[in-house]
């Protein structure tokens, strides 16, 4: 336990060296799809839907969207990667055109198709926890960080486990714990403070 600890702490060190940066923009495919649909029979399928997606041709990303998500239903399940990823496109959609509020269901059940098909401490899963906790404080602001903060923990856990305390991935979703438990307390006064808080809450990160 004692390892893992300095291990967790390590990690925020490297953080508080690589965060001074604002946080960036929203981010869109491949960071918030699943890495594991492209790797299925159903890749060739869903190639359509990304380079649709990748153009910004919005049309053709709803029309395969509703077209690919009944069939992906019938053939697959709701618990299986291919409808996830269908339903994660569904989110980043209508994110993109500017309906945060009403994309929020959509990532809430990517996140639990995922969880189904793969099993809690899948790399697919993480991304989904993450991607859901950058929509709801997007959506909802400071006022969403409660619930955000435990997608961005359970995140956390997983990529430490699979990846490491110094992955970019893992520093990635470390700073999004801190920025949620800075907005829960009407941020820190300064950097040097909040990075405090949030190392002295490590060990309840896992």
Same mark, same amino acid.
């Given at each position: 336990?004692?390892?893992?600890?300095?291990?967790?702490?390590?990690?925020?060190?490297?953080?508080?060296?690589?965060?001074?940066?604002?946080?960036?923009?929203?981010?869109?495919?491949?960071?918030?799809?699943?890495?594991?649909?492209?790797?299925?029979?159903? /890749?060739? #399928?869903? *190639?359509?839907? =990304?380079?649709? @997606?990748?153009?910004?041709?919005?049309?053709?990303?709803?029309? !395969?969207? $509703?077209?690919?998500?009944?069939?992906?239903?019938?053939?697959?399940?709701?618990?299986?990667?291919?409808?996830?990823?269908?339903?994660?496109?569904?989110?980043?959609?209508?994110?993109?055109?500017?309906?945060?509020?009403?994309?929020?269901?959509?990532?809430?059940?990517?996140?639990?198709?995922?969880?189904?098909?793969?099993?809690?401490?899948?790399?697919?899963?993480?991304?989904?926890?993450?991607?859901?906790?950058?929509?709801?404080?997007?959506?909802?602001? /400071?006022? #969403?960080? *409660?619930?955000? =903060?435990?997608? @961005?923990?359970?995140?956390?856990?997983?990529?430490?486990?699979? !990846?490491? $305390?110094?992955?970019?991935?893992?520093?990635?979703?470390?700073?999004?714990?801190?920025?949620?438990?800075?907005?829960?307390?009407?941020?820190?006064?300064?950097?040097?403070?909040?990075?405090?808080?949030?190392?002295?809450?490590?060990?309840?990160?896992?």
């Amino acid at each position: 336990m004692k390892a893992f600890v300095r291990a967790t702490l390590a990690t925020f060190a490297l953080f508080a060296l690589v965060s001074c940066s604002p946080r960036g923009d929203f981010p869109e495919y491949p960071d918030t799809t699943s890495h594991t649909a492209h790797n299925g029979p159903w /890749a060739e #399928a869903i *190639a359509p839907l =990304e380079a649709a @997606y990748d153009r910004r041709d919005d049309v053709e990303v709803n029309r !395969l969207v $509703a077209q690919l998500g009944a069939e992906f239903r019938d053939v697959y399940g709701e618990d299986s990667v291919p409808y996830a990823e269908i339903t994660m496109y569904a989110a980043l959609q209508l994110y993109r055109e500017h309906r945060d509020e009403a994309s929020l269901p959509y990532f809430r059940d990517a996140l639990q198709h995922y969880r189904a098909a793969l099993g809690s401490e899948h790399q697919d899963v993480a991304v989904a926890l993450h991607t859901y906790g950058d929509a709801l404080i997007s959506a909802r602001g /400071a006022s #969403a960080a *409660a619930e955000a =903060e435990p997608l @961005y923990r359970e995140a956390y856990t997983i990529r430490f486990s699979t !990846l490491g $305390a110094a992955d970019i991935q893992t520093l990635g979703v470390a700073e999004e714990v801190f920025d949620a438990m800075s907005m829960q307390v009407g941020g820190p006064n300064d950097q040097s403070q909040g990075r405090s808080q949030l190392v002295s809450a490590t060990r309840t990160l896992v």
